[in-house]
């Protein structure tokens, strides 16, 4: 596996001051080539990708904490819409004229909403682990769990076992410091999103994506199964499709460099 410095992610994080006077931190790779909007899940933070970067040296990374995550500030929102506004806002301020977005289920949405938004700016689209309606049971076990957060919350709380399980293997690390940050959300944070994100359809927007759209799922995601595969990709234009057999919610942390080839190859 290649080594990535975890310890010092959060020291390269940049800061941008929005327009409410908010911080949003953001990773910028600063590579040569096109740029990847790279867009992280629900209580994750730009370290989420933080695995993939090496194998996608080429390109200009840029990798925001959304609000609320990390070190970024969350806003009067928590809908997916909300966070799709402070990202456009980035980008602008970047400059940035032209990108492909990639998302990971939360991220995935806001890439969804963004594409909408932005149709000129988005050359492409690739959403991982991805759905259009989340609709997170009310009697399911996560939701429980999620519901009966407290603040301060517990890195070790055995609901980050459950939260972030991988069928394969996952640099242990990387999953300290993911825990870490997520429990640093505070227990509103977490239950404000997912009260948004349970009332949340994006089916009208994914049918009016005309960009091209590449899919990465997992075989074994029990969050976001093939009924949801089969939903997004019927509502789509004609998206590429990889699905990866035994993989589950999070195959850009199970196996980067294999998710890392599939972006390239439909980058390029």
């Known amino acids: 596996m290649t080594s990535v410095d975890q310890r010092g992610w959060t020291n390269r994080k940049r800061r941008l001051i929005l327009s409410d006077g908010r911080p949003m931190a953001f990773v910028d790779s600063g590579g040569p080539g096109k740029v990847l909007l790279l867009l992280h899940g629900y209580s994750d933070s730009s370290r989420s990708f933080s695995l993939l970067e090496p194998w996608l040296s080429g390109y200009r990374l840029v990798i925001p904490d959304l609000p609320g995550h990390g070190v ?8 997916v819409a909300d966070f799709a506004d402070d990202v456009s806002a980035l980008l602008v301020a970047l400059g940035i004229e032209r990108c492909i977005v990639v998302g990971h289920s939360m991220g995935a949405m806001i890439g969804m909403v963004i594409c909408d938004l932005l149709p000129k700016k988005i050359e492409a689209l690739v959403l991982i682990s991805g759905t259009l309606r989340p609709a997170f049971p009310e009697g399911d076990v996560v939701t429980k769990e ?40 505070p227990a509103a944070i977490w239950q404000g999103i997912l009260h948004e994100l349970s009332r949340l359809d994006l089916t009208v927007i994914a049918e ?10 997992g075989s074994a995601d029990t969050l976001f199964d093939a009924h949801h595969q089969r939903a997004l990709q019927e509502a789509l234009a004609e998206p590429h499709s990889v699905l990866l057999d035994g993989f589950g919610h999070n195959p850009h942390w199970e196996d980067p460099s294999q998710v890392a080839q599939y972006i390239d190859r439909f980058a390029q």
């Open 208 to 217: 009016r994506i005309s960009a091209p759209i590449l899919c990465i799922a």
């Open 146 to 185: 999620i519901m009966e957060l407290s603040d301060p919350i517990d890195p070790a709380d055995p609901f980050f076992t459950l939260w972030h399980a991988c069928p394969h293997p996952v640099d242990d690390t990387f999953l300290t410091f993911a825990s870490e940050e997520a429990a640093a959300m």
């Open 72 to 79: 970024s500030a969350a806003g009067g929102g928590l809908a």
